[in-house]
């Protein structure tokens, strides 16, 4: 199983960058797909998802109307569009592959993706 991570860099302030996270190694299109971010001195915090049932997204305040989650099932890739970009978006963006049952649980993260916004 792998899930990686790119696209992540520097950027200005109300620049945008798009995050991809590839995945191999499980069905991907049976999994929900989310982006995480944890930024230095605090928890990881939830930035975005995408049901595998399709059609449902959720995102955090933070980002709501910033932040774009997609996913490509054919390719195996989920996307994350960042626009409006703010300093204290700046964090490690983790992406996570998650399928969950009444008894049992996967859950696959990546290696992470620094984002830095900063002029």
């Known amino acids: 199983v792998q899930v990686v991570e790119s696209g992540g860099g520097l950027v200005q302030p109300g620049g945008s960058l798009r995050l991809s996270c590839a995945a191999s190694?499980?069905?991907?299109?049976?999994?929900?797909m989310s982006w995480y971010r944890q930024a230095p001195g605090k928890e990881r915090e939830l930035v975005a998802g995408d049901s595998s049932a399709g059609g449902t997204t959720n995102y955090a305040h933070s980002v709501k109307g910033r932040f774009t989650i997609s996913r490509d099932n054919a390719k195996n890739t989920v996307y994350l569009q960042m626009n409006s970009l703010k300093p204290e978006d700046t964090a490690v963006y983790y992406c996570n592959a998650a399928r969950r049952g009444s008894l049992w649980q996967y859950d696959y993260w990546g290696q992470g993706t620094q984002v830095t916004v900063s002029s």
């Open positions: 190694g499980f069905t991907f299109s049976n999994y929900d």
